[in-house]
């Protein structure tokens, strides 16, 4: 391992685990100090067999040996807990995504992190964060505007559990779809105020359970609260084979739109947009690049808890100031 370069430790190895190690490979300023699972260590395969993994209980014994350690986990039932408990041990950046909790996600983080003199970037990844830093610039640079966010097309992990959840699915996955009318109006200039419905569609596809009822199943789907009645909701339903070749990966991504005037006659739109072929590898890569900015503001002292609006740019990137300003400015 060269002694100059990033220290890094993973915890948790699922979708996001694997994308981590997959993306510090990509960045040579970067080394990989092993993966912390809460499984049988020797049960875990890891992308390269080089990759050590270890249980998650042996953190302790690394607090000198890692210098930024990613959280892999999720948002709803392990970071609310190894966030804090981490950030007291270690330089952290986790993915945390249940947006309205972020304000005290961040307070618990902030008070240990701010204790142990560490650096703990909180809630990194495609939204919130890159999202959000273009809503931020949005509302700044166009005062006088709107913002508007679409989401997909994508699969959604968690809509996706929901349906399968409902009697007489047997497997299922369901992709968000943002409305390609309302992206057009708001790309026009105008300032459209759009509900639920108008904005995203949802659609499903779904594999039966041997005698079920697909007519009930379609209006158990439809009718969900919370998660389906708002939206204009499709249900098709395919064969475990298709679902297999068809809908066997995780793609994603959006847009964020700023519509709004400098003055009564000129209009300004700012647009950002991603097309994601895997989320979970991307939020993977935003992770990494801002464990380098972790790295960085420790070693300037900046301890405590910080978002992505909080980070200045240059931080992320691999290249000097130097280089920044005469490559990319």
């Known amino acids: 391992m060269n002694s100059k370069q990033i220290r890094i430790g993973i915890a948790g190895y699922g979708n996001l685990g694997r994308g981590v190690e997959a993306a510090i490979a990509k960045n040579p300023d970067m080394a990989l100090v092993g993966v912390f699972t809460r499984r049988a260590p020797e049960l875990v395969k890891t992308l390269s067999a080089q990759t ?5 209980a ?8 890692i210098d930024v350690l990613i959280l892999c986990g999720g948002s709803k039932d392990d970071l609310p807990h190894q966030g804090p408990e981490m950030a007291a041990m270690f330089n952290i950046v986790d993915s945390f995504d249940t947006h309205a909790r972020i304000p005290e996600y961040f307070a618990a983080v902030d008070a240990p992190a701010q204790a142990n003199r560490k650096t703990a970037l909180i809630a990194i990844g495609w939204d919130p ?21 679409f989401w997909g097309k994508g699969l959604s992990q968690g809509h996706s559990d929901a349906i399968r959840r409902v009697p007489g699915v047997k497997a299922g996955v369901q992709y968000t779809l943002p409305s390609l009318e309302a992206i057009e109006q708001v790309r026009s ?8 419905r108008q904005k995203h569609t949802r659609e499903c596809f779904v594999v039966l359970s041997e005698g079920a009822d697909a007519a009930a199943v379609e209006q158990a789907i439809v009718t969900m609260p919370n998660y389906f009645a708002d939206y204009d909701t499709t ?5 475990e084979e298709t679902l297999r070749e068809e809908h066997n990966s995780m793609p994603h991504g959006g847009f964020v739109i ?5 003055s009564e006659a000129n209009a300004q739109v700012i647009e950002y947009s991603l097309q994601l072929d ?3 590898e991307f939020t993977s890569s935003v992770l990494v690049a801002y464990a380098r900015a972790a790295y960085r503001l420790s070693e300037q002292g900046q301890f405590g808890a910080k978002t992505a609006f909080d980070v200045a740019p240059g931080l992320l990137s691999i290249k000097s100031p130097a280089q ?6």
């Open 52 to 56: 050590p993994v270890h249980a998650i």
């Open 58 to 65: 042996d953190l302790p014994d690394y607090r000198d040996v």
């Open 129 to 149: 964060g890159m999202f959000s830093i273009n809503r931020l610039y949005g509302e700044a640079l166009l005062p006088d505007g709107a913002t508007y966010t």
């Open 189 to 196: 200039g105008a300032r459209p105020e759009l509900t639920t």
């Open 235 to 239: 249900v098709h339903f395919i064969s």
């Open 258 to 262: 700023r519509s709004g005037n400098t």
């Open 278 to 280: 895997s989320n979970p």
């Open 324 to 329: 920044l300003r005469e490559e990319l400015l």
